[in-house]
Each structure stands twice: as C-alpha cells, then as structure tokens.
C-alpha cells in the first residue's frame, strides 16, 4: 500500500510539474522583422503588409514567423508588440533619442501584468545594429537616461525588467544573423547573466534585409525545436 501511494505521489507531481512547464500563452517583443499590418497595437510601425515592401514576398500574416510558430505549437499569442525599426535602446536613426517606441519602453507591455504569458519572445537588436547605435557596456543595476542610450546596458535594463516583473515565463532571446559582433556576443552574455535564453539564428533568406516567406519559414523552424528543450 505504501508503495502505490508513493507511486501515485510522484505521478502527481510529475504531472503537476508538466502542467507548470507547458507553454500555452506567448507574447512577442520585436522590431519590423515580427510586425505585419492589423496584428499589432494601433500606432505602432509596420514593415509587412498585405502588398509587397519592395521584392519581399511576405504578403500574407500566415507566412510570418510567429503566426507558423504559434500554429504549429497550438500557442495563443496574447499580444504582439513590435515596432518597425525599434532599437532596443534609446537611440535610433541617425541618433534620434526614440524612448517612446524603444523595446526599453514597450517592454512593460509584455510583462508585469495580472496575467504573464507562458512564453516572452524578445526579437530585439537588428535595428541597434544598422542604426550604429552607441554599444556601451553590460551594466546589470543603477542605470541613468545616458546608460540606456547604449545598447548594452539597456539590454540589461530590459532583462532584469522581464526576469523580475514575469518571473514565472520563459524569456528567449532570438539574435539575427548578420549582426555587429559586438551586438550579438553582448546579447547572449545578458541572457547568460539573466538566465534567459538566447537563440542565435543561421541560414536566414532575405529580401529588402528582412526575412522572406522561406525566411520566416526558416525562423520558426529553429525556434521551435530550440523551445523543445526548455
């Protein structure tokens, strides 16, 4: 009888913990690569319509990296908040302070309400990269207006804003391809610090810089075997 109770024990934890892991609700923080036309917050920029952007093929939200992802996994997407050509920081194009539609500013939109979603996507730094937006350095507390016109002590600013408001999500990372060195290798050293997961992307297909249908394609296929193992 001990034995039976025990085994019937350890089933409902086990079963307990699996409820807890399992990944229902997702939301998505990123840049043009993630918006498309009506599927995002109203005012926010989008670079993806129902007609082409110059020769990119991505013309219907279906073929869209998130859509596939959250397709295939049967996720909810509670909310998408990207912005076409967001930096993470404060600092845009040609130095423009943009601490209104930064990834820093939006970021509270995603987390540290009555309800986190189960999964936050953090599609991020593109725009930090083409922009030259100022690098700075990792600084992990006590940041000023200044620090987060940099790109790394934002980044920071950013994750310990998502690991402390949504502490019971999973926080991944998705790094494009083709980025400054600097950005790429910083993000994954803020993740590390954060323990938030970073997945670096390979192989993508681009038209116009941004991901075409066999692009998105490509995307949602390493994020969803990268979410297997989390």
Request: charged letters at 20%; glycine letters at 8%; a negative charge.
């Amino acid at each position: 009888m001990r034995r039976i109770f025990l085994f019937a024990l350890m089933t409902l934890i086990a079963a307990t913990s699996c409820a807890q892991n399992e990944i229902r609700t997702v939301a998505v923080l990123g840049d043009s690569y993630s918006t498309f036309d009506g599927y995002i917050p109203e005012g926010n920029a989008a670079w993806y319509f129902t007609h082409p952007q110059g020769e990119n093929d991505v013309v219907k939200v279906e073929d869209t990296w998130w859509h596939r992802f959250c397709a295939a996994g049967d996720y909810e997407l509670v909310l998408n908040e990207s912005w076409s050509g967001s930096t993470i920081c404060n600092s845009g194009y040609d130095s423009v302070p943009c601490p209104t539609w930064s990834f820093i500013a939006r970021m509270k939109n995603v987390a540290g309400g009555a309800d986190d979603p189960d999964l936050i996507l953090v599609f991020g730094g593109t725009n930090d990269s083409w922009a030259n937006s100022p690098i700075g350095e990792l600084k992990f507390s006590d940041w000023t207006e200044e620090d987060l016109m940099n790109y790394l002590p934002a980044c920071c600013y950013m994750l310990d804003y998502l690991t402390k408001e949504a502490p019971d999500s999973k926080i991944v990372c998705i790094i494009n391809s083709e980025l400054k060195p600097e950005i790429t290798q910083g993000q994954i050293a803020a993740c590390a610090h954060y323990g938030a997961h970073s997945l670096l992307l390979k192989d993508i297909e681009k038209i116009w810089g941004h991901p075409s249908v066999k692009g998105m394609a490509a995307i949602c296929g390493q994020l969803t075997e990268f979410v297997k193992g989390l």
